[in-house]
């Protein structure tokens, strides 16, 4: 399936923040290439705001782009009290690290845990699964 | 023995049938899955056919003869036995060495060993501390026995009323983490994105008597608030999570803030080492080397390079090796995919109980045993202490150390 068709759909920049989940991680002694390992893992985590602001619904695939790589995950609601709409959340996963930039300053670490991409609907389109990561 | 995470959980009972873990006692649900071993185990394997173990050996050895810069990296899932053994090979090969550490906790764990921090074990903390402060650390998640073994919840020995009287925790965040709801809100302190360091300058400026002030509008009360309960800790310990060692660029208002609560209390740091032998690693190497990780050994000479240009994400970056040996480790998907691209184009060797998407690009697989369950060893947890690992039952796999010695010796 083509990117092209989302071009109409509203785009909105996000900072991701990724985080750790015992449930992926548990997930992840299972299996790498296992159904619950991609279901944990390949999610963004929005502001209720962000949300109304792309048109879609909870539950609905989104596609994560920037200069790194791009990459379709499900959106679901923060479920944080605190409004915090222009911060998006991510599991640490190999779907985060499809967009974690390559530069690091030459200090050998990379901001894994904070950069920005374009979000955009990807209504119908499912979700990159692991083998198509890599 | 777990060797879910660094914590490295003793109490553990498992029930067997035959060389499978069918029931296992008093882990966290991530333990019980390590124990339980992964649904789907490495084969041994030459350029994706099925091979046995010599053929797969003496592939790897030439791989690695060939090299002109190879690389070995992981380590954080093996014993301290065979991370020494994987030095030797390293050393032997004129091969850049390194391990997770690079990019997370290397630089509080090399401080910690150049005792330019203050350290103590987790029975300390248990036993001892009455202010905890989880800072860029979610327990909960990463190590989930922490605050209910070690450092929240637990009956010590000063401190018979536990947390509902006896201990307070902090969390200091940029998300409300799982750790920061325990914790409950007035003891949460949420930062924005990289406001550690400007937070923990406040703070230390709290301590010295003066008015806290941050460009993010912290109610200064609420930092003063926080220094008292500091000030006044008989026993404090600091558990330094991934997000203040992202955040930090370098480590001088950590140790300025160590340095002036230790004016006035008796704090003490540890960092929440995620896997389980990682740590290790680096006493193993620091041991050698008098570096933690990132080296590059010149085969011929007994010269030595450290420094970032050497770290597993520099090499990878600047396309400076020429094959792998990646040992329990999963670059492909813990790295960010632009850095670890290169390791696709390269002849890779891994050594690993599991299937992982690095494994899916290897030249050679080689299956090891479970750490901890098939094999045994020493490891070195999270806060320093030396453990045995004791093996659970014998397995057909070989032990990540007998693999390493066999391709030494092929070589
Ligand atoms: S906390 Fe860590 S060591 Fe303890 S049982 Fe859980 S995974 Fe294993």
Redesign the pocket.
């Known amino acids: 399936m083509g990117f092209g068709q989302f071009l109409a759909a509203p785009e909105i920049k996000l900072k991701v923040v990724t985080y750790r989940d015992v449930f992926q991680n548990t997930a992840q002694e299972s299996s790498r290439f296992g159904e619950d390992y991609e279901t944990l893992s390949a999610v963004i985590r929005l502001d209720l705001k962000d949300i109304s602001k792309l048109s879609i619904k909870e539950g609905e695939t989104v596609i994560l782009r920037n200069g790194s790589g791009k990459v379709v995950v499900q959106a679901q609601k923060s479920g944080y009290e605190q409004a915090h709409p222009g911060i998006a959340y991510m599991v640490n996963s190999p779907w985060s690290n499809v967009l974690v930039p390559e530069d690091t300053g030459g200090t050998g670490v990379p901001k894994f845990k904070d950069f920005e991409v374009t979000v955009q609907s990807a209504r119908g389109a499912s979700v990159t699964g692991i083998k198509e990561i890599f | 023995m777990?060797?879910?995470?660094?914590?490295?959980?003793d109490d553990?009972e498992v029930e067997t049938e035959g060389d499978k873990v069918t029931v296992v006692h008093?882990?966290?649900?991530?333990?019980?899955a390590?124990m339980k071993g992964c649904s789907e185990p490495l084969e041994c394997t030459v350029d994706a056919e099925g091979a046995d173990m010599d053929t797969a050996i003496a592939k790897a050895a030439s791989i690695l003869r060939d090299a002109k810069n190879p690389l070995i990296f992981g380590h954080g899932n093996s014993s301290s036995e065979a991370q020494k053994i994987s030095i030797g090979l390293a050393r032997k090969t004129g091969a850049y060495i390194d391990d997770t550490s690079s990019f997370c906790q290397g630089p509080i764990v090399e401080a910690i060993l150049q005792e330019r921090l203050r350290t103590c074990t987790l029975d300390d903390v248990r036993h001892k501390a009455d202010v905890i402060v989880f800072w860029g650390a979610d327990p909960s998640n990463s190590?989930?026995?922490?605050l209910s073994?070690y450092s929240y919840f637990p009956r010590g020995k000063e401190r018979q009323r536990g947390w509902e009287e006896d201990r307070k925790a902090i969390t200091i965040d940029i998300r409300k983490s799982e750790t920061a709801i325990i914790c409950k809100d007035e003891r949460f302190y949420q930062l924005p994105a990289g406001g550690d360091a400007e937070f923990m300058a406040a703070l230390t400026n709290a301590l010295s008597g003066k008015v806290p002030k941050t460009s993010f509008d912290l109610d200064s009360k609420r930092i003063l608030g926080l220094s008292n309960i500091m000030k006044k800790a008989k026993f404090g310990a600091i558990f330094v999570g991934l997000g203040l060692v992202y955040s930090l660029e370098e480590l001088d208002p950590l140790f300025a803030l160590m340095d002036k609560l230790n004016e006035f209390s008796d704090f003490h740091l540890i960092p929440m080492v995620g896997q389980?032998n990682m740590r290790g690693f680096n006493h193993n190497l620091f041991a050698e080397t008098g570096y933690i990780n990132r080296l590059k050994f010149d085969g011929d000479s007994k010269e030595l390079a450290h420094g970032p240009e050497n770290s597993v994400v520099e090499v990878l970056r600047n396309k400076n090796i020429d094959a792998a040996l990646i040992i329990g480790s999963d670059p492909l998907s813990s790295l960010p995919l632009s850095i670890a691209r290169h390791l696709a184009d390269i002849p890779l060797i891994t050594i690993d109980p599991c299937n992982n998407l690095t494994t899916s690009r290897s030249a050679v697989t080689i299956p090891c045993a479970l750490g901890g369950v098939e094999s045994g060893g020493t490891a070195i947890r999270m806060d320093g202490v030396e453990v045995e690992l004791k093996k659970i039952f014998d397995s057909d796999r070989l032990s990540d150390q007998e693999i390493l010695k066999r391709i030494t010796e092929a070589i």
């Open positions: 777990c060797t879910g995470c660094a914590l490295l959980c553990i008093a882990a966290c649900r991530k333990g019980v390590r190590h989930p026995r922490h073994r389980y």
